[in-house]
């Protein structure tokens, strides 16, 4: 325990003084200059990265290494006296990676200033690679048809999207850490990236999907790393800008224009729809970006780099106005049931300060707004669906001061924030006008429909009257009047299978995540085979989230008359808020042994949490609001020591203060204990041929569970009339994942290469909910998210690359992979229990488990145009699938059949990008168009579970559905389900301008 406690304390004062966890930002080169004839090592011989203050001066046996480069493209000169000048082109620089060069001199006699001019190639096999990565540099960005990261990151093996997740060899969606600049940038609340970074802002993308080193933490299943672009010594810009939209004929995206009531021949009365095409119809989408650097003005030793989008996308989704919210007619028009809206702004400041030490800033803003999120139910009242926003700033500082050429170190400060709010109407009071209607009543004087409005005081005096002899009346909307929320019944549709016609989302929520990061790292070839890191992080975290669902207006125990929305009591279970605040610390050291014919990275983490919150103690008791327990209502409780009768018991009661709810927190919590965990790390590369690598990868990973699953229902709330809720855990233990892996990496040809890997992952300690807890009340139980859930992982995946010759390039990536655990999502064993089905004893197929993925792409270069492809074909992912109606009868017939037994249709797609450019004396301009699902494939994403077909269902047959005059819609119409198609075709046209 004495350990333990001073390792942490040493943690902590390292931490406070600014050290830190290192994310690679860098890589380096190493190689050997000889003589050219003899082959010999040429000692002394001057190699330098042109336009840098950066290189290194050869040893005794000819060998040099340059530490500390950025990724990207640079031209090495070589120089000695009596040698001609050796300048190599095109050598290309990776994140974490080493360069490998053999450099010959010539001997010359010649005038001195004679130079040899090579051009590097790139190597199809990285000799000190250990575990399974990618690496996506700009200018390959620039020539595909992506337009966010989350489109190249998906064309990587081992990558699986669905919906908007990504999964990285099986892992649950929020297994991956995302980093930008050698800092993370992930939403610990959802495990999402939290800053927005744009392509043209990126230099260099890395996704390590095996066994990453030591210095990565936080993460169970892979991590993206992105460094962004900086500004040179020269100036250099671009504007893109382009216009398109989403054209399909699929009847699918129709929308209804009209619903004409049509007799049978039988006297039987039938709705019959006609449609309107929207994705026929010009429908605009916009995106604009720009990015400039270059020297600050009248300061060369700062540059710049800005950046900056704007993107406006309608969706391909539409509803029509047929109902306001408030249940009045609409205007009719179409209207976008998908659209977003966001703007992003990048800066980066890098000041050179000597050529030993380089300052940088740089900060990253994005804002979006979401009108609204398809709902199918809402399809003719789309407003009646909350609208999103998003903002998010976030702030990195970095130093980088090289102390020899053998030694550098980097110290970065990061702070993170992100928001996201959601709701209808941003006032949650806002209430709508109501007026009175009398039906004919001659009895009161009412000769025909009486409509008072209670705000103008003569009618409000009539209204009152006609009230007090108990005339028959009902309250209606006035569709003039304000709008506001209804009573929550307002949203159920008005007859089965009907669209609503009223309502809306009655939920407000906002939650923002916080952190600083204050990060330390010293890197050194300690010798030429050993490289060693070290580092030390803090993270304080702050998380603040307010929630809750409007319910009605109660005044002296009654509701309002007509209904009044009001926010709900914090002690109620429709209100949850909190602030918590976290804190992370961790440590590691890293080798990087590379021998002649071994490279081996070794490394170990240590990671310490502190959730900062509390745990029950007496769980069969948990609300500080409504307690069960006298001992925790009532201050100094005695238990009478006799039988009383229910009137005496209340009598005995009064005697005692009660607690407050505040006054209930010390008595009914108690503090969580910190979580450390220990991580060794192991990578060996094992080169068989000049052209060949073996590699072999182990290492544990821990990770701390998103802070939703921590902090969910902080009070432990119930509902005192009964009914099953899921609490946070603040005690979670890490979850943990031990990978394996091994590898070949062969060059085929001098442009052809392939990577293939096995590899293996057993998780443990998943998040998934306990069984129910019981209560003194047996009509009161909850579950609690605990350790408890276990997936494994096996799989191959292979790459094939082709490096640019003969005008083009290419690269095919396939996975194949088997997941299968005990739950997809932590909420399942809880959803599992309600609905009365057994705990799992045996492993299922993941919801994600897409057995094969194949990515391919081919870039064409010829003379001023280029052209490129990019192909996927991914096999369907699981569901679970039920009995088609009809086909067992009985109430003793079995009706489920296994969970995730079935497969969904295989998915395929095609995108294009064709760029003509154009020379306009020093700008040079590009006109280009992208098309996106090229031949218009619609494969479903989702299906009727008893059919497998997204089209139709035998639960519902429109021929045996009778007519309902106040059905919304038609039956045909409400079994077309929109959402679960694959994205259409969509069209984009623009031009960039580059200088």
């Known amino acids: 325990m004495k350990v333990k406690f001073a390792l942490l304390v040493a943690v902590v004062l390292l931490s406070l003084h600014g050290v830190l966890l290192y994310g690679g930002t860098t890589g380096k080169i190493s190689g050997k200059v000889s003589d050219a004839e003899s082959g010999e090592g040429l000692p002394g011989v001057n190699v330098i990265i042109d336009g840098t203050t950066m290189g290194a001066a050869s040893d005794l046996d000819g060998n040099f290494i340059i530490l500390n480069i950025p990724p990207g493209v640079y031209t090495l000169r070589a120089s000695m006296m009596g040698y001609k000048v050796h300048v190599l082109q095109n050598v290309r620089v990776s994140i974490d990676m080493t360069t490998p060069l053999k450099i010959a001199l010539q001997a010359t006699v010649l005038d001195a200033g004679e130079e040899v001019t090579v051009v590097a190639e790139r190597p199809l096999v990285s000799r000190d690679m ?63 990236m939290g800053v927005t970074v744009e392509n043209a802002a990126i230099e260099e993308l890395q996704v390590v999907s095996g066994t990453f080193n030591a210095e990565y933490g936080q993460a169970m299943s892979g991590i993206v790393n992105i460094i962004t672009k900086e500004g040179g010594p020269k100036y250099t810009g671009q504007f893109r800008g382009y216009v398109g939209d989403y054209i399909s004929n699929a009847d699918q995206f129709s929308v209804l224009k009209d ?69 009045t007619p609409g205007d009719s028009s179409l209207v976008p049931m998908n659209p977003y809206e966001r703007y992003s702004m990048q800066g980066k400041l890098t000041y050179r300060v000597s050529s030993n030490f380089k300052v940088s800033y740089n900060v990253f803003w994005n804002q979006s707004h979401s009108e609204r999120s398809y709902n199918q139910g809402y399809k003719y009242n789309p407003n009646g669906v909350s609208q999103g926003f998003g903002n998010g700033m976030t702030h990195i500082f970095a130093i980088n001061h090289v102390l020899s050429p053998k030694t550098y170190y980097e110290l970065r400060i990061n702070k993170f924030y992100n928001e996201n709010e959601s709701y209808v109407f941003e006032d949650p009071t806002a209430t709508v006008k109501y007026l009175a209607r009398f039906a004919p009543d001659s009895a009161n004087g009412i000769a025909e429909t009486l409509i008072l409005d209670p705000s103008d005081p003569v009618q409000k005096a009539r209204l009152e009257a006609l009230k007090d002899v108990r005339a028959a009346f009902d309250w209606i909307i006035d569709p003039n009047g304000p709008e506001g929320y209804l009573h929550q019944d307002s949203s159920a549709a008005p007859t089965t299978y009907s669209f609503n016609k009223a309502g809306m989302d009655m939920g407000h929520y906002n939650r923002s995540t916080s952190y600083w990061i204050t990060k330390f790292d010293l890197a050194s070839q300690i010798s030429r085979d ?18 809750f669902t409007i319910r009605p207006k109660f005044v002296d125990g009654q509701q309002v008359d007509p209904y009044e929305p009001s926010i709900p009591g914090q002690e109620t279970i429709y209100y949850q808020q909190y602030n918590r605040k976290p804190q992370e610390f961790s440590a590691y050291v890293q080798d990087k042994i590379e021998l002649e014919d071994l490279i081996v990275n ?205 005008n083009f390039s290419a690269r095919l990536d396939y996975s194949f992979q088997i997941v299968e655990g005990t739950y997809s999502n932590p909420n399942d064993a809880f959803n599992a229990i309600t609905a009365q089905e057994e705990p799992r004893l045996s492993l299922i197929p993941m919801n994600w488990d897409q057995n094969h993925t194949v990515n391919g792409s081919i870039i064409y270069n010829i003379g001023k145009w280029t052209a490129s492809l990019i192909g996927r074909y991914w096999s369907g992912r699981p569901y679970t699938p039920s009995f088609v109606r009809g086909e067992v009868l009985g109430s003793a017939a079995y009706v489920g059949l296994k969970e995730n037994s079935s497969r969904l249709p295989n998915q395929k797609s095609l995108d294009l990008y064709v760029s003509r450019r154009f020379d306009l004396g020093r700008i040079n301009m590009d006109v280009f168009m992208n098309v996106y699902n090229l031949t218009d494939q619609l494969d479903a994403t989702s299906v009727y579970s008893d059919t497998g077909s997204p089209d139709y269902t035998t639960e519902i047959r429109p ?11 038609t039956i045909d119409d409400y079994v077309n389900q929109p959402g679960w198609y694959t994205t259409p075709r969509q069209i984009q046209v623009g031009v960039a301008l580059n200088f």
């Open 602 to 806: 070794f490394g170990l983490r240590f990671d310490y949490f502190n959730a900062n919150h509390v745990k029950l103690v007496d769980p069969s008791d948990p609300s500080i609001y409504d307690p069960f327990k006298n001992e925790h209502i009532y201050k100094d409780w005695i238990a009478p020591d006799k039988k009383m009768t229910p009137q005496e018991l209340e009598a005995y009661k009064a005697n005692f203060v009660e607690y407050t709810p505040d006054e209930r927190r010390a008595l009914m919590h108690e503090d969580v204990s910190a979580k450390t965990q220990v991580s060794p790390r192991l990578g060996l590369a094992y080169p068989i041929t000049d052209r060949g690598v073996i590699h072999f990868s182990y290492g544990h990973f821990f990770q701390i569970p998103q802070f939703q699953y921590l902090y969910s229902n902080p009070d432990f709330k119930i509902d005192p009339s009964g009914g099953y809720r899921i609490f946070g855990n603040a005690d979670l233990n890490p979850q943990k994942t031990v990978m394996y892996e091994i590898g070949l990496q062969q060059q085929i040809t001098r442009d052809l290469g392939i990577d293939a890997t096995l590899f293996y992952r057993d998780v443990r300690d998943w998040v998934g909910t306990s069984p129910l807890v019981e209560t003194p009340n047996p009509a009161i139980k909850y579950s609690q998210y605990e350790n408890k859930d276990y997936e494994n992982v096996r799989g191959i995946t292979l790459k094939i690359i082709k490096r640019h010759s003969n």
């Open 130 to 192: 250990t575990s399974s990565l990618s690496s996506v540099n700009a200018s390959e960005i620039a020539d595909l048809p992506v337009q966010e990261i989350g489109d190249v990151l998906e064309l990587q093996a081992g990558i699986v999207k669905s919906g908007n997740n990504l999964h990285i060899r099986g892992g649950r969606a929020g297994e991956v850490a995302y980093w930008v600049d050698g800092v993370s940038t992930t939403d610990q609340f959802s495990g999402s």
């Open 959 to 969: 021929s045996m559905i009778t007519y309902a005059a106040n059905r919304i819609g």
């Open 530 to 547: 050993h490289f060693l890191k070290f580092g030390f992080e803090g993270r304080l975290h702050e998380l603040k989230l307010k929630s």
């Open 259 to 327: 619903v004409r009531i049509v007799e049978q021949e039988n006297g039987t009365m039938n709705a019959v729809g006609e449609k309107s095409y929207p994705l026929r119809d010009y429908n605009p989408n916009y995106d604009a970006d720009f990015s400039l650097s270059g020297p600050v003005p009248f300061l060369d030793d700062i540059t710049f780099f800005v950046n900056g989008r704007y993107v406006y996308n309608e969706g391909h989704l539409y509803g029509r106005e047929w109902f306001t919210p408030m249940g």
